[in-house]
């Protein structure tokens, strides 16, 4: 097991009817700005529970922030926090809405003329204005880490950031807030879960007895609830298993101490700027191939994840590793997701070479759990995913 170190300041409030507790977490004298996305808070309810937790506060709202939180809206509601001396901020949504958050976050305390530059230039984030979440679609665990991703459609950029002082200072996980949440969501929540795993996993192995294991534990606790949430969202018990894999998926515990690839991750994230494609979904077109490229490096893990997670006993080292292979593209095909490029546009020639070519520009710095991965074998990756 390699060195570690290991801080999650964010508190948990878990269950129903803890949208109230909000109150108890907020100091009494913020001014606070209330983000959301595109309205779907307003009609299931969520949106009348926080506002009346928030009834002896002094608060203002914006709503509107995008799936896949877009840079230019962001600096709307940045004018606000300004010029309503806002000091507190409290995402209520999904992934999009905590990520905008989040760079709202640095970007309210940056000192820089373009708060852009916090994402080219990779600068780390090591306070921000203190914010909390209101979690309303299990899937990137952005309520329990420190990372964000913003689009700028202009440029057509996705690109990621993050610090230490961007972990929320508390999040709400209401199980029953899934009741509302379309199929094609919460297909989307349990593929980006499942990837979030795989890519802290799916590397060689390094005796870390435990982190395996959690994280096979979430593999498996994902796959078993997935039809259930499927065909009955307001089941109690699959809700609540679910929405605690996905931030358990993702808040850094099972990556400490052992090797990690976030390859899918990386080109995924270029699929959704040149496509608009749903990002688990780039996660399901990249996954297999990614697997089938860098077998060798990845069999040993690969065949380990196929015995324990989907109980292939028979066949050799390799027939079990690629039976792994074969069951994640089944499990993503049993969700209704696509895994092939072509699924989703027509568009995908040259696909392969841009993505190479944009990641030399910004300067290659090596994918793959050894950073070995050329922009060629990138290019490799996504030819196989047509
Ligand atoms: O905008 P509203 O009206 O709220 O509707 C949203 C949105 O259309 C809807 N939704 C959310 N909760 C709902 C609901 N509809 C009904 N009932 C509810 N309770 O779902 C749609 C998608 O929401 P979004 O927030 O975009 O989804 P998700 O949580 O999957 O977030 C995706 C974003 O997170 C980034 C992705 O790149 C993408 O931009 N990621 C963030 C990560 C992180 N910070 O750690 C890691 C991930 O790998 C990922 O990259
Ligand atoms: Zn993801």
Known sequence: MNNFEYQNPTKILFGKDQIENIKNEIPKDAKILVLYGGGSIKKNGIYQQVTSALKAYDFVEFGGIPANPEYAILMEALQVIKEQNITYLLAVGGGSVIDGTKFLSSAALYEGDTPWDILTQNIRTTKGMPFGTVLTLPATGSEMNSGAVITREETQEKLAMGGPGLFPKFSVLDPTVIHSIPQRQLANGITDAFNHVLEQYMTYPIGALLQDRIAESILQTLIEVAPKILKDPTDYKAAANFMWSCTMALNGLIQKGVPTDWAVHAIGHELTALFGIDHARTLAVIAPSHYTYNFESKKEKLAQYAERVWQVTEGTLEEKAQAGIEKTEAFFKSLEIDTKLSDYTQDYQ???????????????????????????????????AY
Do not use: C, Y
């Open 350 to 384: 040259g696909t392969a070479q841009k993505i190479a070519q944009r990641f030399t520009e910004r300067g290659w710095k090596g994918l793959g759990e050894h950073q070995s991965l050329t922009p060629n074998d990138v290019e490799k990756i996504v030819e196989m």
